[in-house]
């Protein structure tokens, strides 16, 4: 077996520990390192993820030798710099997604990517779950024909406290749709046909409460197959079981519908109606994402969600936001 991949995450909060405890499956892949700008929590990463290193600010970490790659997992507001630190240094990136607030942004990113000749992953690891697989396989079968309509609805009662650093859009790069929504737009753009426009309607805001972001957006997409859609996204409406929530794709020859978070998948198409479970082990994704990024970089091959793959999603979100009423 090879060497594993020596991976420095920068900062140290809640997605880190979500990433870190999606490693565990892949130790002996990959050997994790810990920044943070608080020594004491990049030690307490360390200690409690196995990590190989600590580090007391970013830049230690990223012009370490012994770092292959480094995650960027800070607010967006600081991942630009970060991003062209590390690629000047000779560090591959996994940035977590939102990437950037502009496409501007991923352009000069793309050319100090070239430049550096190392590999970029944006972290949208809603693509390589198991539900968006399966519905990309279904899709591609022809399962339920041509798509016709596209419905997807991802609602839940998820409020953030007053000094979370989301209520600020400096911070965060947007509000809640941009930060949060932005996997779904992925998801409804990954399935087969491509979204060619996007238009956004968002409710007037809520002035109640902590949470100050507006959190909701309804997007009108239209395909470039002719097929239309809608996306239905909030964090301030309550849905069963705190998140529960059914999404469909209409075809002239079926229908599919899926739990949105990746529960089950009802294909009824071409022959018997199919009752799928994608899967539970890495029902978000983790795990197929950074075997992607580890692989990638020893094979000297683009990952699958490429900086041109997130390009793609930050042109339509530019035009939701261009178009948004409310």
Known sequence: MSAPLRLAFLGCGFITRVHSRHLKALKGHIAPAYAS????????????????????DYRAAIHDPAVDAVVIAVPPRYHLDLTLEALAAGKHVLVEKPAFPRLTDYEAVREARDRAGRVILVG????????????????AEGVIGDMVFGHFTTIAHRLKTADDWRND??????D?????????????????????TAHGHRPTPSPEGPDRRAKSMLVALRYDNGAVGSLYYSREIPSLFKGLRLSKLFGRKGIITFESNGVFVLARGQG??????????????YQAMYRDFAGAIREGRAPEMSLERAMEDQRLMDQIYATVHG
Do not use: Q
């Not at 859009?169 to 947007?174: I, Q, S, Y």
């Not at 809640?176 to 060619?196: Q, Y």
């Not at 018997?272 to 994704?285: A, C, M, S, T, V």
């Open 169 to 174: 859009e400096a911070m965060a790069g947007g």
């Open 124 to 139: 949208e690891n809603d693509h390589y779950k198991p539900l968006a697989v399966t519905l990309r396989r279904l899709m």
């Open 37 to 56: 700008r608080d020594r004491g929590r990049a030690d307490d990463y360390c200690r409690r993820f196995g990590g190989a290193a600590a580090y007391g």
């Open 272 to 285: 018997w109606p199919r009752l799928i479970f994608p899967g539970f082990r890495d029902i978000r994704g």
């Open 176 to 196: 809640a749709f941009f930060e949060e929504g932005i996997h779904w737009l992925h998801v409804a753009g990954s399935l087969g046909p491509a979204i060619v």
